[in-house]
């Protein structure tokens, strides 16, 4: 069978949900569809005097339990089908995190590392011009995924409020923090991927000692989740990003490698202490407990998952299981934990800069963590618990959870005229 293209296997599973809690086609299809879609063209006069037009879109899948909500993302391989399936998840997530948002996403097909500084802030106040009408702290609240970073959301910040005529923090979450981000945002994501490992683990009663991990990507979430897993006391035998990966099996120095990664070097120029050097497939086919798929989507695909020597999935990034895979796993009995779940940390702390700006609050980041961690834990216990007396996967539970509560919204709210 052919793979979904990722926005059909997003409508696959909320239309599984919902055959799961017996919900009429009638009470969920807006879910089928985005909201509003906005393509742009981005003109962008670069160092050496030329015009280059970048291509981008925002796309806002639901406004339904609140503002839209969602990352922009820089990668040579943004485009609608994809974006819209982000903006899906967003949804899906918010909603299964309880928070009052709806979902968005945007992007821009550039490879973010062949910009200089200039061209790239050039870009993303050009793009926040593109999309202005569209997004604000009542709207649609942006914030940083894939090659974009708390920089870019200053940049994004600034357009929006010199436009307005005045500062507005709210329109953009992840910021740097003197200029109204929060502490806790930009490590959220990958703490939360460890909160998820470690009650996961206690849950199971599995000592984290005895436990060996392996992390695809070392970006903002990979490194992060690596570190304070590593933390944990859990066994990190391979890492990887895009230039390649290493594999030890009595444990990588993740503090020295995080170090490395952290100054934006690449891991194939990483030179300290005993690994051999494997491929991103290697990587994925290592035996260990937990693999972390923490890059971009479409990593463990069908050929993958027959071959895959892992115990449990744990996925950090969106989208990295694809639908053929998710049935060879089911088979398999390779439990997945979902995206939706796994990297809810930072839209958690999203939701907490976005509070704090709205009510020109500051918090500590002991209060930070404990909204992000305490969200983290009840949406796990009861995605667990829905698998459990609905007999069914993860995924679906987390589906499920989240298409209840948003059905149960549609309902209330009626449809207008
Ligand atoms: N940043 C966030 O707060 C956040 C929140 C929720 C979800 N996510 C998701 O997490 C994932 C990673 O996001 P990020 O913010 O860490 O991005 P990032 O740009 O900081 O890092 C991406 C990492 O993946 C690596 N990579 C790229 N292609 C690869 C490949 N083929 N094989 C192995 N590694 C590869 C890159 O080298 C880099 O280390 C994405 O799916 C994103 O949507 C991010």
Known sequence: MNELSAFENFKANVDKAAKILNIPESDYSRLKYCERELLVSVPVEMDDGTIKVFEGCRVQHSSLRGPCKGGIRYHQEVNLDETRALAGWMTFKCALANLPYGGA???????????????????????????????????????????????????????YSSMKGYTIPGVVTGKDIEIGGSLGRNEATGRGVTTIVKEFLKINNISPA??????????????????????????IVAVSDVSGGIY??????????????????????????EFKRITNEELLLTPCDILIPAALQN?????????????????AANGPTTSNADEVLAKKHIPVIPDILVNAGGVIASYC??????????????QVNEVVQSHLIESLNLLIKTSQDYKISFREAAYVVALDRLVKAYRLRGIFP
């Open 105 to 159: 996403k945007g992007g821009i097909a550039v490879n973010p590392s062949e910009l200089s500084e200039r061209e790239l802030e050039k870009l993303t106040r050009r793009y926040t011009l593109r999309i202005l009408p569209f997004i604000g702290p009542n709207k649609d609240v942006p914030a940083p995924d894939v090659g974009t970073d708390p920089h870019i959301m200053d940049w994004v910040m600034d357009t």
């Open 210 to 235: 005895d436990t060996t991990v392996v992390v695809q990507g070392l970006g903002n979430v990979g490194s992060i989740s690596a570190k304070y897993i590593h933390e944990l006391n859990c066994k």
């Open 248 to 273: 030890n099996p009595d444990g990588l120095d993740i503090p020295s490698i995080f170090e490395h990664v952290k100054k934006r070097n690449l891991l194939s120029t990483y030179d300290k202490g």
């Open 299 to 315: 990593q463990i695909t069908k050929s993958i998952a027959e071959k895959i020597q892992t115990k449990i999935i744990v996925e």
């Open 353 to 366: 800069e976005w509070v704090q700006n709205m009510q020109a609050m500051r918090w500590t980041v002991k």
